[in-house]
C-alpha cells in the first residue's frame, strides 16, 4: 500500500483470510474459535487500516467479549461467531454513529438497526462501524481503496467494501440509494448485493430517499453473501443450488454505455461470450427508448426525498454541511416541485412495468458494474450511472469480480434480476461466478 501502486491482496495466513462458509465449518468442527477468528481480523486491521482507513469505530474489547462468549455457547444461528462490519449509518446500540459528519460527534444509539439485531440474533458479532461518505451522499471519508492507495473504494459504503476485500472482515452491511453497494464492491473486487427493494429492513437505518434507499451486503463470495441475506431476510436457510440448465442472458448496453472506459466495456463483452460458450443462452435485447430518461426520474426522486429527510441537519448544523450535499442535494432538491416529483414517481413506474416485460424469457441481465477501474483520487467516489437505473427499477443487482484492467484494479460484471426473484439471480451468479472464476 504505501508504495501506492496497484496489487493483488494476499490473503492473510491466518483465520482472518478464511470465507464465513470455511469459518464456521472449521469452528464445527473444533479446529477453530470465534476468539481466534475475531482476534485474526483484529490483528489484520491493527497492521492495515492506517493505510486503508475503513473504520469509523472499533469496539475491540466488545467483539472479544461476545467471540468467547459464541465458544462457550453451543451454535444458535446461521453467523454463529462470524465478526460483522456495519456502515455508518446505520445503528448499532452503544456504538457510536457519526454519518461521517461532524454534526454527529457524540451520537450513541440505545437500540440495534433491524438488520444489526437479526445478525446478533443468528450469532453474528458486531465488529464495529465501517466508513460512510457523508450521510451516504457524495462527500468522501478517509478510507481509500486497498488495491492502490492513491484511487477511491467508491461510495458510500466505502469502509465496507474495503474491509471486507482487504481481509479485515468477512462481511459487512451497507446501503444502495444510487449505486453505493455495487460500485465499492465492483471497485474493490468483491461481490455487493442489492436485494429487490423492500426485502431488507431499513429501521435504524438514516433515511436519504425512502423510495430508492436500500440496505445492501458486501461479501468475498456468492455462497458467503447468500448466508447474510439469510439471516437480514429472517428465514430458514435453504441453499440455491447451482442451475440445472444454461441461463437465459440478456447482455445490455444501457444508454450510458459509451460513458464506459473501453477496457471496462470489452472485458464484460469477454465474459459475455466466456458464458456463450459456456453454453448459456446470450441475447443482445435493447432497452426501449422510454428508458433515455431515466436518470432525470432517479435524480429528481432522490433530492426532492433527500431535502426533507436532512432538514433538521439543515436547520440545526447548515455550517456543518458539505457543499457537495448542501448544493447537490439539498438546494436541488428544494427547488423541485411536488408536481415535478410525483411525475418522476409515476414514470419511474411505468419503466418498472417495462422492464418486467422485458425481462420475460430472460433469468438475469449481464451489464457493467462501474464505469472505469477505480478512479485516481479521494475527492470523488466514482460514477454510479450504471448502478443507478437498477435502484430505481426496484430490481435486486449482484457484482463479481471479473479480472482486472489494465491498470491492475478489479473490474466487476453485474448481474440484475427479476424484482422478487433474488433467489433466483443467486442460483445465476453461483453458475457464472463459477465460469468466469475458471474463464
Not at 425512502?210 to 429472517?234: F, K, P, Q, W, Y
Request: aromatic share 6%; glycine share 10%; charged share 20%.
Amino acid at each position: 500500500m504505501k508504495n501506492n501502486a496497484a496489487t493483488s491482496i494476499t490473503p492473510p495466513p491466518s483465520a482472518a483470510g478464511l470465507s464465513v462458509v470455511e469459518a464456521l465449518n472449521a469452528m464445527s468442527h473444533g479446529t477453530l474459535t470465534s476468539e481466534a477468528l475475531v482476534s485474526a481480523c483484529l490483528e489484520r486491521i491493527e497492521r492495515r487500516d492506517g493505510d486503508v482507513r475503513a473504520w469509523a469505530y472499533l469496539d475491540r474489547e466488545q467483539a472479544l467479549a461476545q467471540a468467547r462468549q459464541a465458544d462457550r455457547s453451543a451454535a444458535n444461528g446461521l453467523l454463529h461467531g462470524i465478526p460483522v462490519g456495519v456502515k455508518d449509518i446505520i445503528d448499532v446500540g452503544g456504538m457510536r454513529t457519526g454519518f461521517n459528519s461532524p454534526a454527529y460527534p457524540h451520537y450513541f444509539p440505545a437500540m440495534d438497526a433491524g438488520s444489526v439485531a437479526l445478525i446478533r440474533n443468528a450469532g453474528g458479532i458486531i465488529l464495529g462501524k465501517t466508513v460512510t461518505t457523508e450521510f451516504a451522499n457524495r462527500e468522501p471519508g478517509p478510507t481509500m481503496n486497498p488495491h492502490d492507495g492513491r484511487r477511491t473504494p467508491g461510495g458510500s459504503s466505502s469502509g465496507s467494501a474495503a474491509a471486507v476485500a482487504d481481509y479485515q472482515v468477512p462481511l459487512a452491511l451497507g446501503t444502495q440509494t444510487s449505486g453505493s453497494v455495487i460500485r465499492p464492491a465492483g471497485y474493490c473486487g468483491i461481490v455487493g448485493y442489492k436485494p429487490t427493494f423492500g426485502e431488507f429492513t431499513r429501521v435504524g437505518v438514516k433515511q436519504q430517499s425512502g423510495s430508492l434507499d436500500t440496505l445492501g451486503l458486501c461479501a468475498r463470495n456468492v455462497r458467503d453473501a447468500e448466508l447474510l441475506r439469510t439471516v437480514i431476510i429472517g428465514t430458514d436457510y435453504r441453499p440455491v443450488p447451482m442451475p440445472e440448465g444454461p441461463l437465459r442472458i440478456a447482455f445490455c448496453r444501457p444508454p450510458e454505455w459509451e460513458q464506459a472506459d473501453p477496457a471496462v466495456r470489452r472485458r464484460a463483452e469477454e465474459c459475455a461470450a466466456l458464458l456463450a460458450k459456456a453454453g448459456h443462452h446470450l441475447s443482445e435485447p435493447a432497452l426501449p427508448e422510454c428508458f433515455n430518461g431515466w436518470l432525470r426520474l432517479h435524480s429528481t426522486i432522490a433530492n426532492f426525498e433527500s431535502a426533507r429527510n436532512l432538514a433538521f441537519e439543515k436547520t440545526a448544523h447548515r455550517q456543518q454541511l458539505s457543499a457537495k450535499l448542501y448544493q447537490g442535494r439539498i438546494r436541488d432538491g428544494e427547488n423541485i416541485t411536488l408536481e415535478q416529483y410525483i411525475a418522476a414517481q409515476r414514470e419511474a413506474e411505468t419503466l418498472r412495468a417495462t422492464i418486467h416485460q422485458y425481462l420475460e424469457g430472460i433469468d438475469i441481465i449481464l451489464t457493467l458494474s462501474t464505469a472505469n477501474e477505480a478512479p485516481i483520487g479521494l475527492d470523488d467516489t466514482g460514477s454510479a450511472v450504471f448502478n443507478s437505473l437498477w435502484t430505481l427499477l426496484y430490481t435486486p443487482c449482484l457484482t463479481l469480480p471479473a479480472g482486472v484492467g489494465p491498470s491492475g484494479l478489479p473490474l466487476g460484471i453485474q448481474l440484475v434480476g427479476r424484482r422478487f426473484k433474488d433467489e433466483a439471480l443467486f442460483a445465476a451468479a453461483l453458475a457464472v461466478e463459477a465460469q468466469i472464476t475458471e474463464g
